[in-house]
């Protein structure tokens, strides 16, 4: 089977027969519902560039298992050569679509999957790397999305996951079969799930052996029996179903998040790639977490939208030329940039597993992803500071269509003159959907807790940080001896 297009894919999502709830309601088709559509364009924007033959070359790489060729997103990473190409390929989909594209928690996913589960293997004789090359032949072969479902809903922090009061805060066997598993459980924050065919699950924490029920990892399809989607609200999603276009800020692309309800689903044996091995969960949710910090690279492509969309405003607003206003560009710039650096700098340092899989260099990619929790948050603020006030509070699109009044709006809601006041109102709502709309979602609150809340972050910094082998160095220099 070759590479789809954005329709093909989008018909093969017709086929799913999906168990999705928005507003208390079924959703009879979600690939029709007004507030879905966007995220599923943008997930479309990854199929189509990939047969682009300007893009191909960032979209596509051949398969180690097959030789063909595939979407980069299914593929596990031979070498340094394609971490890098990852991190060019998100930065690029970030400034075409300028949302979350959703399609990289299921790449991160496999591959922290694949060079476990040679090392659980290794250990004890198990087939997980077998069972998770076969998912992974049958995904880059039918060119599916994958959702990587990490997150479970955790309730009390405080406890470990076999320690809750209620036994399904975290996603666990409930009973053990001959020819599988049968699963129950929840994972929050489920980006891109609506959009996907296969949900690749995963645990979310370090395990004790007692926490064995709950050291599991497999793949069902996305329309599996007993599985409930619950569709997350976003800041102004409503404003996707009155009609109008400049209102939404972004009315082609967006992202979206939602709970997987896990009740009773059947694994069957060849689709699990973890199984109560729990000294192996901590390596897998780094891997994961480790892979998925640099993924973040998309919000620098989001970021060069929003410094346009920022430098559009000041040329719009006439204050282009205020030395003020150039800097905060010029700042807005460098805080960009310096989140791709980190990004590509952790996969230029990347390394082989023992399973042949490059890894990206964890320490680099922290530090990476608590740039992301940072940086788009200034960088709003810097937005909204050249944007001006109007950007939250200017008349509606209907406002500026009606016959009565919308002669008003043009007059008043002009700025330099010879600037359409449609083009003004356009770009203050494209930058009010990144710091305050849906855009939001993806750009600012996914920059602070996707991939990881900072003291993840911190935690591995502290912990590869080496400060026994930082003070020897002091010491030496300082002629110190004790
Ligand atoms: Fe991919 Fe970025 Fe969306 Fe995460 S936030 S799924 S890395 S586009
Ligand atoms: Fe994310």
Do not use: W
């Amino acid at each position: 089977m070759s590479l789809k297009t954005g329709k093909e894919y989008v018909k093969s999502l017709r086929k799913l027969n999906l168990n999705v709830y928005m507003f208390g309601e079924k959703i009879d088709s979600p690939v029709d519902h007004p507030i879905i559509i966007p995220s599923m364009n943008a997930v479309a924007a990854t199929y189509d560039l990939a047969l682009d033959p300007m893009y191909e070359d960032l979209m596509t790489v051949r398969s180690h298992i097959t030789g063909e060729k595939i979407n980069l997103f299914n593929h596990v990473f031979q070498s340094t050569d394609d971490l890098v190409k990852k991190v060019k390929r998100q930065r690029m989909l970030g400034q075409k679509t300028a949302c979350c594209f959703q399609r990289c928690v299921g790449q991160d996913a496999i591959n922290a999957v694949y060079s476990t589960s040679y090392e659980i293997d290794e250990k004890y004789g198990t087939k997980y790397l077998d069972n998770i090359t076969k998912f992974i032949e049958y995904i880059q072969e039918e060119d599916l999305v994958t959702d990587g479902a990490m997150t479970d809903v955790k309730g009390d922090r405080g406890l470990s996951p076999s320690a809750q009061k209620d036994p399904d805060m975290y996603l666990r066997v409930v009973e053990r079969r001959p020819d599988g598993i049968v699963v129950t459980g929840c994972k929050a924050h489920q980006t891109g799930i609506v959009n996907s065919h296969e949900i690749l699950v995963m645990p979310t924490i370090a395990m004790d052996p007692e926490d064995k029920d709950y050291a599991v990892s497999f793949a069902v399809p996305a329309d599996a029996e007993g599985i409930t989607l619950i569709y997350g609200r976003q800041s102004c999603d409503t404003r996707k179903m009155e009609g109008t276009e400049i209102d939404v800020g972004n009315s082609q692309y967006g992202g979206h998040e939602a709970l997987i309800i896990f009740d009773r689903v059947f694994v069957p044996n060849n689709r699990i790639f973890l199984n109560g091995e729990t000294e192996f969960v901590t390596i897998l949710v780094e891997r994961f977490s480790g892979h998925h910090r640099p993924s973040y690279a998309c919000k620098t492509g989001v970021g060069d939208v929003l410094i346009g969309a920022a430098g559009l405003a000041a040329d719009y607003n006439g204050v282009a030329k205020a030395s003020h206003i150039k800097d905060k560009l010029i700042e807005m710039t460098h805080l960009n940039e310096t989140i791709y650096s980190s990004a590509l700098a952790c996969s230029y340092e990347g390394y082989p597993t023992p399973s042949g899989a490059y890894l990206i260099d964890l320490m680099l990619a922290n530090v990476c992803k608590q740039n992301v929790t940072r940086f788009p948050y200034e960088m709003t603020r810097l937005a909204e500071d050249i944007a001006g006030g109007l950007m939250v509070t200017q008349p509606s699109e209907k406002d500026l269509r009606s016959p009565e009044i919308g002669h008003y709006v043009q007059k008043y809601l002009r700025g330099v003159a010879s600037v359409p006041t449609e083009n003004r109102m356009r770009i203050l709502r494209l930058i009010e959907n990144l710091t305050l709309g849906t855009g939001a979602v993806g750009y600012r609150t996914e920059s602070m807790h996707g991939a990881g809340s900072p003291q993840a972050q911190r935690i591995m910094i502290s912990r590869l940080g080496n400060m026994e082998a930082k003070k020897e160095l002091a010491k030496k220099i300082a002629k110190i001896k004790e």
